[in-house]
């Protein structure tokens, strides 16, 4: 059986917060979730158990949502690494074979190397294995002492270290695996004999070698996946370093990255080979890009399905689906709720919420689509409205397929303008508009002749209009043909 013990109740004081350090966002999880997400593959229904302490509530609330099956053990007192691990085995009594101990906040700790650890533990029958790693600068890590033959021989905090120990750079990544019966042995045996004070987890494989107990220390090759945060400057670099491996990646896979340094893509993101991502795109949560869709630049996508050949221009959308070749922006917001099918299109600066666009269907300018359906291959006048909110309650519009709108109309929920129909430019539309009909509301239009002449008189408006009435020889000029909107009305008359 293999199981899992995750240290989760330090404060991260440097961090200055009052969310716990484990808790802490790093590009789709908590540092404590991709701690749980690395030991999860390999697990084979044994326990895992969390230890809690400082904001212990929250991480207890985090925990039944990302990870029910997780058991959380309250160490109410922090007395250190040992002293967490042996409260935590005090809970699980029955608990047998592989214990996998990580430290809650190493959240760069690759899956595959913590199965490569438990392997190599496995195979080599080892009382106690622990990932090391060969850093630039070990301050602040426990050092990895070996004998003359290069044998592991105790993991030395650097308190406690002296000045030769101090110069090993080979140091304790926070990540490792025992075998059940001999770390409950010997953390029955810990001393607090140390600067800190603390049981230390460490001593447990100091104890295990001295007594002539199998032991691995296992070195991992990319330094990176030992990094910790201590402070919010520290979880920045970390945040850096896992955005270029994420990056890489879905590189590798085949999609079109313009600038990686400014894009910051989950890793619950899924993307299909060549999708191009442009420059400062944040793709979160649940989101996924199809085929050779193209999002960016600065666009951010928060729990948004993408389809195949879309486009998503200077966007920022959460949760909604985006249709294959649909396209959107620049300047859109898409709020939870919206769908835009096959082909539609959400412009320029257009809101929408709770709205749903057929096949085809258009909002190209200028608009706010607030809890409303459009049918396929409408198209929706410039600065258009749905009046979805009477100050009490939010209700629904639909405008049918092939529908042509004015621009400036305002859609006075809940209201239903039938399929092929029309509405004139500026009409507020509070009756329904039956199928193939014009929908018109606003006042005719009135001019009165000669009104600048006579009260701007003297004014650079004035001479213009007298000068181009002189030139038509004082005929009126009438104009021409307007849009749509504006010509048909004077045609029903
Ligand atoms: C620990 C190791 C050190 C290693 C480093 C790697 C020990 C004694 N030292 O030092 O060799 O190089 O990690 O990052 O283990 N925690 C508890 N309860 C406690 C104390 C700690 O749950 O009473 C948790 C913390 O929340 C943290 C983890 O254990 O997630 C490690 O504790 P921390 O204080 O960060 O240990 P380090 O001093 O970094
Ligand atoms: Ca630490």
């Known amino acids: 059986m293999r199981n899992v013990i995750i240290l989760a109740a330090g404060e991260g004081k440097r961090m200055k917060s009052s969310v716990p350090?484990?808790?802490?966002?790093?590009?789709?999880?908590?540092?404590?979730?991709?701690?749980?997400?690395?030991?999860?593959?390999?697990l084979d229904h044994g326990t895992v158990a969390v230890v809690v302490g400082h904001g212990g509530d929250q991480v207890r609330e985090h925990l039944a949502e990302v990870a029910p099956e997780v058991v959380a053990v309250t160490q109410a007192e922090r007395r250190g690494t040992g002293h967490a691990v042996r409260i935590a085995l005090e809970a699980a009594p029955e608990l047998t074979g592989t214990v996998v101990v990580l430290n809650g906040d190493i959240p760069l700790l690759r899956p595959d190397t913590l199965a490569a650890l438990v392997h190599t533990h496995e195979a080599w029958k080892a009382s106690a294995t622990v990932l090391t790693a060969e850093v630039a600068d070990p301050t602040g890590f426990g050092r990895i002492v070996r004998n003359r033959g290069g044998e592991f021989s105790a993991i030395v905090e650097e308190r406690d270290a002296t000045p030769a120990?101090?110069?090993?750079?080979?140091?304790?990544?926070?990540?490792?695996?025992?075998?059940?019966?001999?770390l409950r042995e010997m953390l029955g045996k810990l001393s607090t004999d140390n600067e800190q004070g603390e049981e230390y987890l460490t001593d447990v494989i100091g104890m295990l070698?001295?007594?002539?107990?199998?032991?691995?220390?296992?070195?991992?090759?990319?330094?990176?996946?030992?990094?910790?945060?201590?402070?919010?400057?520290?979880?920045?670099?970390?945040?850096?370093?896992?955005?270029?491996?994420?990056?890489?990646?879905?590189?590798?896979?085949?999609?079109?990255?313009i600038d990686p340094a400014t894009t910051w893509i989950d890793v619950t993101v899924r993307l299909e080979r060549d999708a191009v991502i442009e420059p400062n795109v944040h793709l979160r949560g649940a989101t996924s890009i199809g085929e050779g869709a193209v999002i960016g630049p600065d666009t951010s996508l928060i729990d948004v399905v993408v389809g195949p050949g879309a486009a998503v221009v200077r966007t920022h959308a959460v949760s909604s689906e985006i249709g294959p070749q649909a396209s959107v922006g620049p300047f859109a917001y898409l709020r939870p709720g919206t769908q835009l099918g096959?082909?539609?299109?959400?412009?320029?600066?257009?809101?929408?919420?709770?709205?749903?666009?057929?096949?085809?269907?258009?909002?190209?300018?200028?608009?706010?689509?607030?809890?409303?359906?459009?049918?396929?291959?409408?198209?929706?006048?410039?600065?258009t409205v749905f009046v979805n909110y009477d100050g009490v309650r939010k209700q629904r519009s639909v405008i049918g397929a092939h529908a042509r709108t004015g621009a400036d109309n305002m859609f006075v929920a809940p209201v239903h303008v039938g399929d092929g129909a029309y509405t004139a430019a500026?009409?507020?539309?509070?009756?329904?508009?039956?199928?193939?009909?014009?929908?018109?509301?606003?006042?005719?239009?009135?001019?009165?002749?000669?009104?600048?002449?006579?009260?701007?008189?003297?004014?650079?408006?004035?001479?213009?209009?007298?000068?181009?009435?002189?030139?038509?020889?004082?005929?009126?000029e009438h104009g021409g043909a307007g849009q749509v909107g504006e010509t048909l009305p004077r045609d029903e008359q």
């Open 342 to 383: 096959r082909k539609s299109k959400v412009g320029t600066f257009v809101e929408t919420k709770a709205a749903t666009l057929g096949e085809g269907a258009k909002v190209p300018h200028l608009s706010y689509v607030g809890d409303a359906t459009i049918g396929e291959h409408t198209n929706i006048g410039a600065a």
């Open 165 to 182: 120990q101090r110069a090993i750079r080979e140091i304790n990544s926070g990540a490792y695996v025992f075998e059940a019966a001999a």
């Open 426 to 476: 500026g009409s507020v539309i509070i009756k329904d508009v039956p199928p193939g009909a014009l929908g018109v509301s606003r006042a005719p239009q009135r001019n009165i002749e000669g009104w600048v002449e006579r009260k701007r008189s003297g004014s650079a408006a004035a001479q213009a209009a007298r000068a181009a009435l002189d030139a038509a020889g004082g005929e009126e």
């Open 209 to 257: 070698a001295a007594a002539g107990a199998p032991i691995v220390a296992h070195r991992s090759p990319d330094a990176t996946e030992t990094l910790g945060a201590n402070d919010r400057a520290e979880l920045a670099g970390l945040r850096a370093i896992m955005r270029d491996r994420i990056n890489d990646e879905w590189m590798r896979s085949g999609v079109a990255i």
């Open 21 to 42: 350090k484990v808790l802490h966002p790093l590009l789709g999880r908590t540092l404590l979730g991709h701690v749980l997400a690395a030991a999860e593959p390999f």
